[in-house]
Nanobody, 124 residues
């Protein structure tokens, strides 16, 4: 069983930055592909970024490429999402997720475990 705890959300003005963290309570954290997804009110949950078990491969949605950076520290069982140049359209609840296989990292249904979500609000 994996428990994920998301944190770091908040309210910022457009152009600002936030850093999200996701702490995992599992000894085999380094085996999991980790992803970040977001869900705006009335919309479906969509892929934001993912990182392979080793950290050697990262993937991003086109909408955040060049602005967001995903990273992980396997020694701390933690994955991060650095968000820069935030826009109002980035406003959503952000969720981290863990996937043991990582074959279709962009598909939320592939992920086995989810954090509780953290709210990010970007004002113009």
């Amino acid at each position: 069983q994996v428990q994920l705890v998301d944190s770091g959300g908040g309210s910022v003005q457009a152009g600002g930055s936030l850093r999200l963290s996701c702490a995992a309570s599992v000894g085999t954290f380094s085996r999991y592909t980790m992803g970040w997804f977001r869900q705006a009110p009335g919309k479906e949950r969509v892929f934001v970024a993912a990182i392979s078990w080793s950290g050697g491969n990262t993937y991003y949605a086109d909408s955040v490429k060049g602005r967001f950076t995903i990273s992980r520290d396997n020694a701390k069982n933690t994955v991060y999402l650095q968000m820069n140049s935030l826009k109002p359209e980035d406003t959503a609840v952000y969720y981290c997720a863990a996937d043991l296989y990582g074959l279709r990292y962009f598909n939320p249904s592939e992920y086995d475990y989810w954090g509780q979500g953290t709210q990010v609000t970007v004002s113009s």
